[in-house]
């Protein structure tokens, strides 16, 4: 009994960490759908996230100030990053839509280490420090709010999706982008929306995590291509599926870390996701391969 | 005439190769020029992915560091013979291409570059962790140097004498694969997929062998970097370096023999000229990898002679501009 103990503890966590890794993958399936690229630049936006949050708070001490204005500057980077490094594309072939987008988070990653420098930086919890007793875990306050908000987030985006125009309009482009565009609707401007939304999704994640993990510069490379295999894991495009892979993956790694060693707690991730490769390419939820 | 063109252009080539030697003499350009060469041989195999095979790799310091780490633990724990060393690097770099190629190649779209990427991060991170054999993540000291018939390769111009023979036949290997009816077929591969299968092409086989024959090359590299250096850490074999072989094949030029041995060179040299390019380079390699690929996708020489043609054209008052 006493090696069960802390499990309920390494649920708890590894949820938290789970959830973030579900924004993510859900900004990597948004991307995937309107265009079929994997945006390889969406970790990033989690780290700029987190860290223009905290320099915003550092100027006015305000978290729902620094919240909101954290992800409407990552927002405004995706749409950047969409318009300056995809659209000139001259010849848009997956293999250099692939190697622009490392390309676009190998720079990302280093500006911020020139704007930031490469020491880490704290974000204060959203309510106090003190531990909650949740049955047999304590748990943080802020545990609680990544699941929360993260839950918020993901009914929110559902239902642009199914009940808003402009939700639906993506979904029609994501469904078959060459009749989108027969009923009128401008696959341009939607491939631009997925952009701006999939960056404001990990920059939520980012904001949300920072309390818990602090905000660095080369944080966005490792938490990416984990939002990634959470995505690849649940089945890419599949909105459930992201969110299933990533706790799924939260959990795994949380309590691998805890009962085998935590040197191992990053390949965990890339294990699943080579596993899932092998054995279900499409994923858990996903359709065809 | 073709033939002797092509002659020509590989004489030079040798020639260039035979005479460095006698001209420099500072062991700092030498030992610049080795690493020149070591990237060159990884970049030639990843481009024979990427421009031939049309796939990519995001784990190929993966290989590179699977080489390194066969030859540095091999022969500087176990005293193996550093010739057997390197080829137990090949088989074991082979054989994990192989199984990551089997399953990730027989589904279409880019499962490979995302199968690669996840093998190179737990590559990574196993070297780091497997303390007692790698040494962790302060590296592996005391790897001896390699020695033929009683001659150690141990200075940076005996190393050289080692390392651009060796070049040379990489890429000579690769010219004439290309040329061969496997080139052929390569070719058309990346054209059409359903058309060179179409034509009896066995698509996925074709590109199994490409991916294992770059892995190949990339832990030939691998060894020769560890017997160069006598020491290896995790950290030459990051993500990081993956993305920066990347670069070099597409600055080079991607399906481009020789544009390898130049993406190579521009981007060994380029952070050696730059006093301040330390901090800055994250972000160098990143812009450069984004520009060249959005503005400049057949690569930097060709790119720049396309634009140049273009230019003509344009003064001719033809076409385009108009």
């Not at chain 1, 599926?241 to 870390?257: D, F, H, K, P």
């Not at chain 2, 460095?20 to 041989?41: C, D, K, Q, R």
Request: overall charge positive; charged content about 10%.
């Amino acid at each position: 009994m006493e090696i069960l103990s802390p499990l309920p503890q390494y649920i708890v966590s590894g949820l938290t960490n789970g959830a973030i890794y579900a924004l993510i993958a859900l900004g990597f399936g948004i991307i995937y759908n309107a265009t079929t690229i994997i945006n390889f630049a969406q970790g990033e936006m989690v780290m700029l996230g987190a860290l223009s949050a905290i320099s915003i708070y550092q100027l006015r001490p305000s978290l729902p100030l620094a919240f909101l204005g954290g992800v409407a500057a990552v927002t405004l980077v995706g749409l950047a990053f969409e318009r300056l490094a995809l659209r000139p594309v001259r010849d848009p072939n997956p293999l250099s839509l692939i190697i622009i987008t490392v390309g676009g988070a190998v720079f990302i990653k280093g500006i911020a280490m020139l704007l930031w420098g490469k020491d880490p930086y704290s974000l204060p919890p959203f309510t106090g420090h003190v531990p909650i007793a949740l049955g047999p875990a304590t748990v943080l306050p802020q545990n609680l709010w990544v699941l929360g908000v993260g839950a918020v987030v993901v009914l929110i985006l559902e239902a642009f999706f199914r009940l808003t125009l402009v939700g639906k309009a993506m979904r029609a482009c994501a469904y078959n982008p060459r009749a989108a565009c027969l009923v009128g609707i401008s696959t341009g401007r939607m491939v631009q929306l997925s952009f701006g939304l999939s960056a404001a999704l990990g920059a939520a994640g980012g904001i949300l995590i920072a309390p818990l993990t602090l905000g660095v510069y080369d944080m966005g490379t490792m938490l990416g291509l984990k939002g990634f295999s959470a995505a690849i894991l649940g089945g890419l495009g599949s909105s459930l599926g992201g969110v299933l892979g990533g706790l799924l993956l939260g959990v795994a790694e949380s309590l691998a870390s805890g009962l085998i060693s935590s040197g191992y707690r990053d390949a965990v991730a890339f294990f699943l996701l080579l596993l899932a490769l092998f054995i279900r390419p499409q994923g858990l939820l996903g359709g065809k391969g | 005439m073709r033939l002797r063109r092509f002659l020509n252009r590989w004489l030079l080539f040798v020639a260039v190769v035979i005479l460095i030697p006698l001209a420099v003499e500072s062991e700092y350009y030498l030992t610049l020029l080795n690493f020149i060469g070591i990237h060159t041989i990884l970049v030639v195999g990843l481009n024979l992915l990427m421009g031939y095979a049309g796939q990519i790799s995001l784990g190929h310091a993966a290989f590179f560091g699977l080489g390194a780490y066969t030859s540095g633990i091999l022969t500087g724990t176990y005293g193996i013979n550093p010739w057997l060393a390197l080829m137990a690097g090949l088989l074991i770099s082979g054989s994990a291409a192989f199984l990551i190629g089997v399953p990730a190649l027989k589904l279409r779209g880019y499962y490979l570059a995302m199968a690669t990427l996840g093998f190179g991060v737990i590559v990574y991170i196993v070297f780091n962790e497997l303390q007692t054999w790698t040494g962790g993540p302060s590296g592996l000291a005391g790897i001896p140097a390699l020695a033929l018939a009683g001659f150690s390769f141990n200075t940076p111009l005996k190393l050289y004498l080692l390392i651009w023979p060796a070049v040379i036949f990489i890429l000579a290997l690769s010219a004439s694969l290309v040329d061969s009816r496997t080139g052929r077929a390569l070719r058309a591969l990346h054209d059409s997929e359903a058309a060179a299968e179409s034509l009896g092409v066995n698509t996925q086989r074709l590109k199994l062998l490409i991916f294992v024959w770059s892995a190949l090359y990339a832990s030939l590299a691998g060894s020769l970097y560890a017997h160069t250096m006598n020491f290896i850490a995790p950290s030459s074999f990051d993500i990081m370096f993956s993305i920066k072989l990347v670069t070099m094949v597409v600055v080079g030029g991607m399906a481009s023999i020789w544009g390898s041995l130049l993406g190579a060179g521009v981007l060994t040299v380029l952070p050696e000229l730059l006093v301040f390019f330390h901090d800055f380079e994250v972000v160098i390699f990143g812009g450069i990898l984004m520009t060249v690929m959005i503005f400049l996708p057949r690569g930097l020489i060709r790119g720049l002679l396309d634009l140049k043609e273009f230019r003509r054209y344009q003064k001719e008052g033809g076409g385009l501009s108009g």
